[in-house]
């Protein structure tokens, strides 16, 4: 939940004014006011700044999602140091409460020490408790490893230093560590038929190889259809065949089997870009003019107004139910995030408020009920009071018969 809330926020919302959404409308409305005077440098000059800033846009929001990924990979080290860490607290307790069960002595408080962190352990990867002889215990996962029997067994990863969209995890295939405990495949949405599937760990592999990188090929998706946009000779009669046109991919023409990562990629056309040592004039003219046109030509900044308002359709990453125009397809993808938004945070409302309820139900046959207890103090000391008046009525009347 909290992973997909970043994703969403890194989008922003329609009326925000650093939004992918208002980077796209900010683009085509620029055309349009070159379009209405095409010989003005500052125009042309705001087509290029506007267009950056889309590109740097798609950059910055491609690296956040790495970053999301990174930062889930290295939270996962650290919860399976944690869970090793703890392991060995709760052999060593067992051991404790084994050897103070067989000299009679009350281990109530080393049980309960060893209860919160057997809690620990759940937290990260849920675990089954099998009671053993003097108190001892083992755990189990649900689908069947021991990660203590008799001994710590060690959950082994190996996080990544910085994750990219290139790196996969692929069922063990790829550059990114799965989980394993002595050569067992644990790995959730791994290959394996013991991959765990609840817990802060499987979550958290979820946000590392299946909820972000989702989204990160619906934004590369968004990206190639942005490129593909201003590619076509129709659109731009400069281009040949196989041309990149305004924006490219680091300097290259789109590519469907280069899709990975292009979020990333996406820059705008140098030849247009006088700070590359492009000419500001093809962007009335053409991406590959030559020569500088008619000061008034308005024909190449109108067709890339059209190319931008046009519907048409789009990768199946971007998840499209239908055809969208430029603008309609960045407002697609932010409520794409907002909806894997909403899920993940009903999900982890109704995991709470389940663990809230079995938290409840535990107290309740393992707490103390105070007002029960009262209840039973007051019995006692009713019970008392009597047999202590009994007692009384007994003693005087000895006293009397003695004196008699």
Known sequence: ADAMTRISNFLGGPEDPTSLFQKYANLESAMRALAETPNSTPLQQKVVNTAKDLAATFNR???????????????????????????????????????????????????????????????????????????RIDLMTPEGVFLLSGTARTVEFSPASLVTAGQEYLGGAGSLSGLSVEGKDITPGGPGSLQISSGAIAGLFNVRDNSVPEMSSALDALAFDLLGRFEDPAVDPTLNPGDPGLFTDNGAASDVMNLNGLASRIELNALVDPAQGGEIWRTRDGVQAVAPGPAGSDAFVRAMISAMTDTRPTHASLQSPGDLNASEGAAHIAALAGGARASATEQMEASSALAQSLYEAEKLETGVDTDRELQNLIIIEQAFAANTRVIQTVDEMIRRLMDI
């Open 61 to 135: 929001i491609a690296s956040s999602y790495q970053q999301v990924r990174t930062d889930a990979d290295k939270a996962i080290g650290q919860r399976v140091d944690e869970v090793n860490d703890v392991l060995k607290k709760i052999e060593e307790l067992n051991g404790t409460i084994g050897r103070g069960s067989a000299a009679g002595a009350d281990v109530t408080a080393l049980m309960d020490q060893r209860q919160q962190l057997i809690n620990k352990v759940n937290e990260s990867i849920p675990v089954r408790e099998l009671v053993r002889e003097g108190g």
